[in-house]
C-alpha cells in the first residue's frame, strides 16, 4: 500500500518508474493530486495505468468538506471528513491580500489545555502529510482561488505530529505542489521544547508562534498540562536558541482569560520573564480575547484587553490584538468538531 498525495515529486517519480511507465505521467498525476482531484478526474492519464497503479495498492488520501459555513466577515469555516470518518476543521481567512488557511494537523489532540475545545476527548489520531495538504487543495477548489498563506493553528498539536508535519512542509513550500512561500507559513505550538530545538535544524524558514498564555509557572501549569513537562525557563531558552539557530522572529500567543491572566501585574510579569529569557530577539505578543468554550475561562472586557496591550507597548514589546475573525461561525479551533461528536 502506497500513499501517493504523501509523497514528494521526487518520490512520485521513483514509483511510476518502478512500474515502468514514463517519468512525465508522474508529473501529470502529481499536478492533479495537489489540485485536490482524484484517480476518476485525472483525464490525461490512461486508464490502464490508474488501474495498474491501484492494482499496485497506490492510493490517494483526501480530506473531504463535509460542512461549511461562512461568516459576515468572510470567513469560512470547514468541517473535513477523513478516510477513516474522523473529523477535522480548516478556516479559511480572506485579507487584503489574499487567502490564508488554518489547517489542522491532527484529529483530536493528546495536550490538555483546560481552555481549548480540540483537546476534548483526546487525540483520535495524527494526520497523514496528504491529509494536511488535501485541506489546502479542497479549500481552493470551493473558493476557487489560490491560498497563499498557512497557519497551523487547527485542531491539534504539529509538534506532536512532527515528521508528518515536516513532511507536508517540505511539500507545500516546493513550486511542484502548492509553491507556498515558507514566510507566509507559520506553526503554532503549545511548547514541546525537544521538538523546537529539532525543528531549528530543518532550514525551514517559517514563522514560529508559542502558546505562552501564562507568565509563572504555576499559572501556565494550570492552563496547559505540557508545562508540567517543560516549564516555562525550559521553553523560552528554546525559543532564543531557535532565533539564534534560524534567525527567524518568534511570535508569542497570549490568550486573555478574564480574572486568571489579565491584570497589570500580569502583564508585568510577562514583560520581565520575556525579557529575561528572550533578551536578544524582538519580541511580539500577539494577545487573543479568550474564546468561551464552557471551560471556566472567559473574555475580559476590552479595556482590560487595551491595559494589558498598553503595558507591554510601554515596554517596547509590540504587543497586537487579534481581530476576531469568524465568531459567528464558532470558528475556533475544536468547535465545530466536538459539537458534531454531541
Ligand atoms: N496546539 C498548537 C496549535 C493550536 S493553535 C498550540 O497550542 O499552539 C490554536 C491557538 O489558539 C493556541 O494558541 C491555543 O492555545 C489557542 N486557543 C485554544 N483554545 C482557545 C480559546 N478557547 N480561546 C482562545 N484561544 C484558544
Known amino acids: 500500500m502506497k500513499d501517493l498525495s504523501s509523497l514528494q515529486l521526487s518520490e512520485l517519480q ?3 518508474a518502478s512500474l515502468d511507465e514514463p517519468a512525465y505521467r508522474a508529473k501529470q498525476i502529481y499536478g492533479w493530486i495537489m489540485k485536490g482531484v482524484g484517480f476518476d478526474g485525472m483525464s490525461n492519464v490512461p486508464k490502464k495505468l490508474i488501474e495498474k497503479i491501484t492494482d499496485n495498492g497506490g492510493y490517494i488520501r483526501t480530506a473531504n468538506i463535509k460542512k461549511k459555513f461562512v461568516s459576515k466577515d468572510g470567513t469560512i469555516k470547514y468541517l473535513m471528513e477523513l478516510f477513516d470518518g474522523e473529523l477535522i476543521e480548516s478556516v479559511i481567512m480572506s485579507y487584503k491580500h489574499g487567502y490564508t488557511i488554518c489547517i489542522s494537523t491532527e484529529a483530536g489532540c493528546p495536550m490538555g489545555c483546560a481552555f481549548c475545545a480540540s483537546t476534548l476527548g483526546g487525540l483520535k489520531r495524527r494526520l497523514y502529510p496528504s491529509e494536511m495538504l488535501s485541506q489546502i ?3 481552493q477548489l470551493d473558493i476557487n482561488n489560490r491560498v497563499d498563506g498557512i497557519v497551523l493553528m487547527g485542531i491539534g498539536e504539529p509538534l506532536d505530529n512532527y515528521d508528518n508535519v515536516i513532511k507536508f512542509l517540505k511539500i507545500v513550500g516546493s513550486p511542484d505542489s502548492f509553491n507556498i512561500g515558507y514566510r507566509h507559513i507559520s506553526l503554532s ?3 514541546v521544547v525537544d521538538k523546537i530545538y529539532d525543528l531549528a535544524k530543518e532550514d525551514l524558514p517559517i514563522t514560529l508562534s508559542i502558546s505562552l498564555h501564562a507568565s509563572t509557572d504555576e499559572q501556565r501549569s494550570a492552563m496547559m498540562p505540557i508545562n508540567k513537562r517543560w516549564n516555562i525557563e525550559q521553553l523560552l531558552t528554546a525559543c532564543s536558541d531557535y532565533f ?3 534567525g527567524r522572529r518568534i511570535s508569542f500567543e497570549y490568550s486573555l482569560a ?4 489579565d491584570s ?8 520581565s520573564v520575556l525579557k529575561k ?3 536578544d530577539m524582538p519580541l511580539h505578543v500577539n494577545l487573543i480575547p479568550i474564546n468561551a468554550t464552557g471551560r471556566g475561562f472567559s473574555s475580559p472586557e476590552k479595556d482590560n484587553i487595551y491595559t494589558f496591550a498598553s503595558i507591554l507597548n510601554n515596554a517596547h514589546i509590540t504587543a497586537t490584538v487579534r481581530r476576531t475573525l469568524g465568531s459567528d ?3 475556533s479551533c475544536g468547535q465545530l468538531r466536538s459539537g458534531e461528536k454531541k
Open 189 to 191: 505550538t503549545c511548547g
Open 137 to 139: 487543495a479542497q479549500a
Open 244 to 246: 539564534k539557530t534560524t
Open 14 to 16: 521513483e514509483y511510476i
Open 264 to 271: 497589570p501585574n500580569d502583564a508585568h510579569k510577562l514583560i
Open 277 to 279: 529569557y528572550c533578551k
Open 258 to 261: 478574564s480574572g486568571k491572566n
Open 329 to 331: 461561525i464558532n470558528a
